[in-house]
């Protein structure tokens, strides 16, 4: 049986960006996730220590955060390679990485990009 853990509203101040300045200087970072992974016998013996934990998984997309990168492609992608790197049983996750208030010369609330793998 398949299940699906979210985890939303995930703020980030990180230093990505295509412009030298961005990286300097920095901006708010929103990261959305559905993660569909395998039950296995984790309900039967509510076993959480055989879980995809959603802790660790907060504490992994923070650490990828922390690495600067051009395009926020490249975190989405980072943060899915991680995350199935740690938890094997993982089936698919969609990792949606918002660049909040980007610097486009006009009023923007966000720019995200959403990647499946």
């Known amino acids: 049986?398949?299940?699906?853990?979210?985890?939303?509203d995930m703020e980030f101040r990180a230093f990505h960006g295509c412009?030298?300045?961005?990286?300097?200087?920095?901006?708010?970072?929103?990261?959305?996730?559905?993660i569909t992974t395998e039950l296995g016998c984790v309900a039967d013996e509510d076993a959480v220590e055989k879980a995809v934990n959603y802790l660790t998984v907060y504490e992994v997309v923070r650490e990828v955060m922390r690495k600067t990168c051009?395009?926020?492609?490249?975190v989405a992608q980072n943060i899915i390679y991680a995350?199935?790197?740690?938890?094997?049983?993982?089936?698919?996750?969609?990792?949606?990485?918002?660049?909040l208030s980007p610097p486009l010369?006009?009023?923007?609330?966000?720019?995200?990009?959403t990647l499946r793998g």
């Not at 051009?70 to 490249?74: K, L, N, S, W």
């Not at 010369?105 to 990009?113: I, L, Y």
């Open 1 to 8: 049986m398949l299940y699906t853990i979210t985890l939303q």
């Open 19 to 34: 412009y030298d300045l961005e990286q300097k200087v920095g901006n708010r970072f929103m990261v959305n996730m559905q």
């Open 70 to 74: 051009r395009t926020i492609e490249a």
């Open 83 to 99: 995350i199935k790197e740690r938890f094997p049983q993982i089936v698919e996750i969609e990792c949606c990485v918002a660049k």
């Open 105 to 113: 010369g006009g009023k923007v609330g966000r720019v995200s990009v």
